[in-house]
């Protein structure tokens, strides 16, 4: 008769495998944990991105319903490039190179943003009377100091009334 004999010296052999395992577990876990906080801070990253990107693409286009609802150029506007804003600082056409803290012309999503026009160049309109012109501005939103876009507006004013 065979009888099968178990080595006394492999009782701990379970507990070992067991720990083993769950030592494994832990650091799966704790990876898994580490790549979600990294993949949260990425989407939450992108979620502020693109929101300040809208905002700056809003003020642009607000400096750019302000320039269209002049009758005439507006004044303040040069060949030099001086700013106009609409109500940065708190006042009308304020004339500003930089915008400092606390300026902005609005907030949009608790995003501040600002937005100026500096003319580029007007010349006769073609196929147009005399009297008529027109105007290049370069019109800048910008939200947050962290997103900025740019772009040419064209209006053509009559002049020679």
Request: aromatic share 10%; charged share 20%.
């Amino acid at each position: 008769m065979n009888s099968c004999r178990i080595d006394q010296n492999e009782e701990g052999f379970v507990l070992v495998a067991a720990m083993l395992a769950l030592l494994v577990l832990v650091v799966m876990g704790t990876a898994a944990l580490t790549i979600t906080n990294v993949e949260l801070n990425i989407a939450g990253n992108t979620r502020e991105a693109i929101q300040e990107f809208y905002v700056a693409e809003s003020s642009w286009q607000q400096g750019a319903n302000w320039l269209i609802g002049f009758a005439k150029p507006p004044a303040k506007l040069n060949s030099s490039g001086s700013l106009v804003r609409n109500f940065g600082a708190g006042a009308a056409d304020v004339l500003n190179e930089t915008f400092p803290a606390g300026t902005a012309d609005g907030s949009l999503g608790g995003v501040p943003y600002w937005y100026r026009a500096a003319k580029l160049d007007d010349h006769a309109t073609q196929g147009s009377g005399k009297d008529y012109r027109d105007f290049y501005y370069t019109v800048t939103g910008n939200a947050d100091g962290e997103q900025q876009i740019d772009t040419v507006v064209r209006k053509v004013y009559k002049v020679g009334y």
